[in-house]
């Protein structure tokens, strides 16, 4: 069977699972990069006399049979690569668009088992999706308000006592910003949240802060200390913070399994906090988040078992659409 992995080349998640693949022995691991579309990769998708094919040829040779495919992961697509020599703002939109279409098509149509559905993993990654569906399962939240409203930000921050913390919907490449303790001085510029819509939330007293990556059933979590870093606010400006493995308590993994149903997924990096008294407070998720850092410290072999839960899984789903095809014809 052939796992295909939709990523960057250079991506080192992308590199050990697809390491994984080749040790487990049974299967053929691919990796595409979207941004080599269409310069330096040419698509097919044909349909004749009652076949279908799907695949890719690299310029200068190689070609990749997509109709192989059992599953796929999806990590971190990359934008398409247009050609320099598309100058037009309209052209591009047009070239951009068609490209996109077809292969939002293909991935319908290939069949395969997805880690995750793009669509799904798309929908997971809105924060106010995701914490709607964390309240009604009954996952602990922090107290929080999405707004553009400048009222509603000094209601909000004169409620929590000023001890509130700021935040992005979503990191950009080029517009990142780390998760901020509002500062007193800051409330003067509240009138600028007029722009655009700012997530803020009560701030989190915590010893610890927890990642925890589901795959399928299984969980790997994954504790660090917070009163041994710098910036106790934001984990991930703490290059020095360190990861011991960590055991859930079962109604929070019986709320984190409700919370992938829920969001339809196969992969996630949930982030939680534990405070002094011992609650887990669910601050998000993130579909393709990071879990290296967490397998190379805490020696939990979350790269393999991805790529057995691929495997496993894009052979069930192969051979069920297999034997639906099948029932089909007989009828």
Not at 45 to 68: K, N, T, V
Not at 252 to 275: C, F, I, N, P, S
Request: charged share 25%; glycine share 6%; with cysteine.
């Amino acid at each position: 069977m052939t796992v295909l992995i939709i990523s960057a080349l250079q991506d080192t998640h992308a590199v050990a699972v697809i390491e994984a693949l080749a040790a487990r022995g049974n299967c053929t691991a691919e990796l595409l990069d979207l941004s080599e579309f269409p310069d330096r990769l040419a698509l097919t998708i044909a349909f004749e006399e009652g076949l279908r094919r799907f695949a890719l040829r690299r310029r200068g040779g190689g070609l990749l049979d997509l109709s192989g495919v059992n599953a796929v992961w999806w990590r971190r697509p990359q934008p398409f690569g247009l050609s320099a020599a598309i100058t037009d703002a309209s052209h591009r939109r047009f070239v951009l668009s068609e490209s996109l279409t077809a292969f939002q098509g293909l991935y319908r149509a290939l069949g395969a088992f997805w880690v995750n559905e793009p669509g799904r993993d798309a929908d997971a990654g809105h924060k106010p999706w995701q914490l709607a569906l964390a309240q009604e399962i009954g996952l602990d939240i922090p107290p929080t308000a999405m707004t553009n409203d400048p009222e509603e930000v000094r209601e909000f921050r004169q409620r929590h006592k000023g001890r509130i913390i700021y935040k992005q919907f979503l990191a950009l490449p080029d517009a990142w910003r780390e998760t901020r303790l509002l500062k007193p001085e800051e409330a003067e510029q509240f009138d600028a949240v007029r722009l655009a819509p700012v997530i803020f939330q009560q701030y989190v007293e915590a010893v610890a802060d927890i990642r925890v990556i589901a795959i399928g059933e299984a969980f790997y979590a994954a504790s660090t200390d917070l009163r041994k870093v710098d910036y106790p606010v934001d984990i991930r400006l703490n290059l020095e913070a360190r990861y011991e493995a960590y055991r859930l308590p079962a109604a929070v993994e019986d709320r984190l399994h409700a919370l992938m149903g829920r969001l339809g997924l196969e992969y996630g990096a949930v982030d939680l906090r534990l405070t002094p008294d011992g609650n887990h407070v669910f601050l998000e998720i993130n579909p393709s988040g990071q879990f290296l850092y967490i397998e190379q410290m805490t020696g939990q072999p979350i790269a393999a078992a991805l790529a057995a839960h691929l495997v496993t899984q894009g052979q069930r789903h192969r051979s069920a659409r297999n034997h639906d095809s099948l029932l089909g014809q007989i009828g």
